[in-house]
């Protein structure tokens, strides 16, 4: 897998940012996001990148964020009741699609940009926005805040992470070792924003 993960790293800056801006669009659709590691993608490529290659990260995190959530605002304004009743509907559950609504209707914006910080919810709750005809300029805004927000975090700790693995002794893998502490540090600080929300969200 090392030597896997270190063909990855020599490949061009522009294919590395276009695959991980392809990987942000899947976490952002509905199914497909719980399937797609958004958080782990972003830690990788800050690993086998180098230290220049961050604002092109957060570019193609944020782009790839917007793109699957258009989509799926655009399905869902289109589409939203049909979808709900459909066997998509079914896989994602009327409980969840409920509360995603409850949701937006309470925090409107707000919740749009939270949304990638609650699981699950971060792909479910741009298709709910359309199918409530939420403003797509209102949701455009609030959603590129909280892309914003979610690549910031992950870079930062990336970032982080590999300046600890280059002072580890030995042979380790950058890589690796910036996804261990990248996730470790993440969930400590997406837990302590999740519990803050849970008031608007419960």
Partial sequence: MADWLAQVGELPTTVLMGVLGVVMLFDAVPLLGVLVPGDVAILAAVGVGSPTTGLATFTAVVLGCLAGWSLSFLAGRLYGERLRHSRLGDWIG????????????????????????????????????????????????CATLGAAAWAGLYLVLGTASRSLAGLLPGESSPMLVTMAVGLLLAGAVLIGTRRRLRAVTG
């Fill in 94 to 141: 009327e409980t969840r699609w409920a509360a995603a609504e409850g949701i937006l209707r309470r925090g409107g914006g707000r919740m749009v940009l939270v949304a990638p910080f609650l699981p699950v919810f971060n792909a479910l709750l741009p298709l709910a926005a359309g199918g409530l005809r939420m403003s797509y300029r209102r949701f455009l805004g």
